[in-house]
């Protein structure tokens, strides 16, 4: 997501330029809105930012106040209806939304406004379709319009929800209680910009003011920008996702203060220091992996190299939404450099392993190319446990890890050895171990409520183990730790 104010300046281009930093959070479609302070345009579609838009298409957008999206669907389907920002016109008031996260009680909220199953496509729309409800009921108190309505929409909203929010005059952003999504604030000489991760705020030429913060929502407009606290202070629990430290967020993005290229190296030397290979090569998995292979290469001593060349033109393969893509897409984007890599016993290092389609092809690729040894070591614990605040990683039956002990993942992956950084080195490799982390997905134990399907799911599967069963949050979904027992089955 990206925004930003400057009365002025024609701000099209600044958020074309803030997308194409943020396109690795999302691949699927593009969009922006942008106002002049009387009216508001909007132009989205499907494909990446520089499909989407060109000097002609931004030539037309003008105005000072925008939003702008990048898309990676993990609710609601993957089509032009649901890609952002949502616009909605409504008891007179224009507005825009742009979303990152997942709802988690997207039914109840249905219900309790009286909508038809269906009548929304994606949790997004749901948000946009709740504001639009009470700008056109109002009165909405002393703050009114569009600030007005969130005031009344939020507090009821439960799972993940960073969001960047415009009407024809104010630039609003939003994080959930927990902070599950990233979302920072960034000054002009002229004015101001919200973004998903630093790096956006670096190309528009926007200093860094601070992070938002979990539980705030920031108004920008005429009257300078200001801050208000929609939750009361109990609900204010810092969550962010562990995997934006891991993987999701770029290698020069600040989180909690740290670079997160220089806490990816500590991974790898963290992990050197836990799982020893006897090697010759230490390679990592373009681009996620590099930084640890660096890492584990400095602090055990094997030398570190090429192995594996990553073909520029292809995107995330993770973030693509169809498995079969996905597998293919390893081929298309990695292919081995033979002559590096043949007869030498390698340490290969990645960020994580998932559903396990990458890793295993990676391990065949290697092998056909002639290594003689493949030792996997990867820079995050097991992924055991699905994500429902941002991550399409499918059901706990898709997770490699889910069932299978270390062993059994090695032997299917077809590595010779294979071990997992810890959950205490990886905290610690953050450089801010006691900041407020979800690692749901590594230990089962969620910090917010969960949908009420997943959580019978995860109840049944711990029902035949020692497992703590979670707590009932507001909507009768857990909340609270899941213990990441084994529960049997197979993945």
Excluded at 25 to 51: C, N
Excluded at 176 to 205: H, M
Excluded at 371 to 382: G, K, Q, T, Y
Aim: hydrophobic fraction near 40%.
């Amino acid at each position: 997501m990206f925004g930003v104010w400057a009365p002025g300046r024609n701000v099209a281009p600044l958020v074309f330029d803030g997308l194409h930093a943020l396109q690795h959070r999302g691949q699927e479609s593009a969009g922006m809105a942008v106002s002049d302070g009387q009216t508001m345009l909007v132009m989205k579609d499907m494909g990446l930012v520089s499909q989407v838009f060109n000097d002609y298409k931004l030539a037309s957008l003008v105005g000072h106040l925008a939003v702008g999206h990048t898309r990676y669907s993990t609710a609601g389907g993957s089509s032009w209806h649901n890609a952002q920002p949502m616009y909605k016109n409504a008891g007179g008031t224009e507005f825009a939304v742009a979303h990152n996260g997942n709802l988690t009680n997207v039914d109840d909220l249905a219900q309790q406004a009286g909508m038809l199953p269906g009548i929304f496509g994606s949790d997004s729309d749901l948000v946009a379709e709740l504001i639009s409800y009470e700008l056109s009921a109002g009165p909405l108190g002393p703050e009114g319009g569009l600030v007005g309505a969130l005031g009344r929409v939020l507090p009821r909203l439960q799972g993940a929800f960073s969001l960047v929010l415009a009407d024809t005059e104010r630039l609003i952003g939003v994080r959930d209680p927990n902070g599950f999504r990233p979302l920072c604030l960034g000054k002009l000489d002229d004015g101001w910009v919200l973004a998903s991760e630093t790096p956006a705020l670096d190309i528009s030429g926007a200093h860094f003011v601070r992070e938002v913060e979990p539980g705030e929502l920031v108004v920008i407009g005429a009257d300078g920008c200001g801050t208000y606290r929609p939750w009361p202070p109990e609900r204010v629990r810092p969550s962010l996702c562990i995997f934006e430290f891991v993987y999701l967020a770029r290698p020069d993005s600040r989180l909690y203060g740290q670079e997160l290229h220089a806490a990816r190296v500590r991974m790898g030397e963290l992990l050197a220091e836990q799982a020893p290979a006897s090697a010759d090569l230490v390679v990592g998995v373009p681009d996620s992996g590099m930084p640890a292979a660096e890492g584990y290469s400095r602090k055990s001593g094997v030398p570190f190299g090429q192995g594996l060349v990553k073909n520029r033109y292809i995107g995330r393969t993770f973030i693509n939404p169809e498995p079969g893509q996905r597998a293919l897409g390893v081929r298309r984007k990695l292919n081995p450099l033979r002559e590096a890599i043949a007869g030498k016993r390698l340490v290969v290092v990645d960020d994580s392993i998932v559903r396990g389609t990458t890793t295993r092809a990676i391990v065949a690729m290697l092998r056909e190319a002639g290594a003689r040894e493949v030792h996997l070591r990867i820079s995050s614990p097991p992924y055991r446990w699905p994500c429902f605040f941002g991550l399409d990683t499918g059901t706990r039956a898709e997770l490699v890890a889910a069932d299978l002990e270390v062993g059994e993942v090695r032997a299917y992956l077809g590595a010779d050895s294979l071990a997992y950084l810890s959950l205490d080195a990886l905290k610690k490799a953050t450089g801010v171990p006691s900041a407020g982390f979800c690692d749901a997905c590594l230990t089962g134990r969620y910090p917010a409520p969960v949908p009420r399907e997943a959580a019978l799911t995860l109840s049944s599967r711990l029902s035949a183990t020692d497992g703590e069963l979670p707590a009932r949050g507001p909507s009768g979904a857990p909340s609270g730790p899941v213990s990441p027992s084994r529960a049997g089955g197979s993945a």
